[in-house]
Structure formats: structure tokens, C-alpha cells
């Protein structure tokens, strides 16, 4: 018998071997795994059928987690951090005229008197920012805190104002802030959700599910809504019956 053939004869048994080959492929399998990713980093072409391509933004990205609270029913801001002077000076006295002139409210009637903050305010940082004795922790990080007050809206019902707040829209059907995060991002994993909701107390929002959903985008796009008791996702399992 000849041994060089005994030997490639062995050395082509070896390579058959699944442990054989994944020893020696790993590094190749891995660089084919980074290269797509390069790909989808650089902006270059995304592979055909991928529904949520990872895009190069048009700046470089400082923040890589994005974590949206929204707390339905929880303090005024006007109470936090918010300042109204003129509504503080105001408080307890009628409305003035000029406020109710041409307007309809559908919970308000009369001449309601004027609320302003019921605790007190003072500046901290050296922003200078003005923040309530509600907030004692806050008040020390508020030069870390970027505080947006150039938005408002006179829409007051629950279910239209968090559609506003959300999607930009009083109105059923536009996408929301996460579905158009992931739409301009992309995603790094294309086998887990581009966002997911945790929702808290068991309830949603008043203007339901909308509040994170794709609106007129592709249904990718939606977030997926983890759950605490049941099935964590659902229509994930097998069903009982048909």
C-alpha cells in the first residue's frame, strides 16, 4: 500500500468532517459576515430582498441606542421643568378675555380661573435652567439635558395630542418616530425588530398601537410590542387549534 496515497486519502476524509470544516471556514465565514456588513456601514448596495437596509446617514451618528419614554398621565411639565412666569403672577384670577376670545372648549365653561405652578421654582447649572424642587436629582445633570420648548400644539384631547406627539399628526395613518428611525437607519440585525415597546400598567396609550406603528410605510418598519405575561411577542407560537 502505498502511504502518499494513504496519506491524501485521510487528508480528503478529514476535510469532510463538519468539525474539520468549521475549524477552517470560521475565519472565511466570519470575513464574508463583515464584509456585508462594510456593505451596509459605507452605504454601498443592500442585498436584494432585504426589507430594512442598514444606510449611511448624511451625518456621522454621536448616539447609538435611542430610548423613547413616554409617561401617559404622569406630571405636568409646567409643575417640572417648564417655568411660566406670567401663569405664576396669574394664578387664582380669572382668565383674561384675550384668552378665551374666538376659542370653544369642549371641558371648559364660564370664565375658569388660572393655575400656575404649585411648587416652587428655582435656576441651577450653569445653564441656568429653571426646574422645580420636585426634581432634586434633575436638578444637578440639567447642563447634560437637552430641554426642546419650541414645539406646541393647542390640541388638548389625550388620543390626538400623543398622535401628534408621535408621529407628527393629529390624524390616524402617518408613520411614527421609531418606524421612521429604523426607515432612515436601517437595521444592524435583520433577524430581530428594528424597535421594540415595552408598555407598562397593562394599558397603551390613548391613541393605541398607532402611537408605534408604520403608518404608510412598509410594516417592517413597526415596532414589535414585548409583553410581560402570556407570550412575550405575539403570533409567535402555535395556536391550539386552527
Known sequence: MNPLNDSVRHGLLEWQTRRHFLQNCSLGLAGMWLGSQANSVHGEAAPAGDPAPMLAPHFPPKAKRVIFLHMAGGPSQL??????LDLQQLD?????????????????????????????????????????DRLPHFQSVVDK?????????????????????HTG??????????????????????????????VSGGKTPSAGKSVWGSGFLPSVHQGVQCRSKGDPVLYLSESGSV
Open 79 to 84: 409643575e417640572l421643568f417648564d417655568y411660566k
Open 92 to 132: 387664582g384670577q380669572d382668565t383674561p378675555a384675550s384668552f378665551l376670545e374666538g376659542k370653544r372648549f369642549a371641558f371648559i365653561q364660564g370664565v375658569p380661573k388660572m393655575l400656575g405652578p404649585q411648587f416652587p421654582f428655582a435656576q441651577h447649572g450653569e445653564s441656568g435652567a429653571w426646574v422645580s
Open 145 to 165: 439635558v437637552c430641554f426642546v420648548k419650541s414645539m406646541h400644539t393647542t390640541q388638548f384631547n389625550h388620543a390626538p395630542a400623543q398622535l401628534l406627539l
Open 169 to 198: 399628526s393629529q390624524n390616524l395613518g402617518s408613520a411614527s418616530f421609531g418606524a421612521w428611525t429604523m426607515y432612515g437607519l436601517g437595521s444592524e440585525n435583520q433577524n430581530l425588530p428594528g424597535f421594540v415597546v415595552l
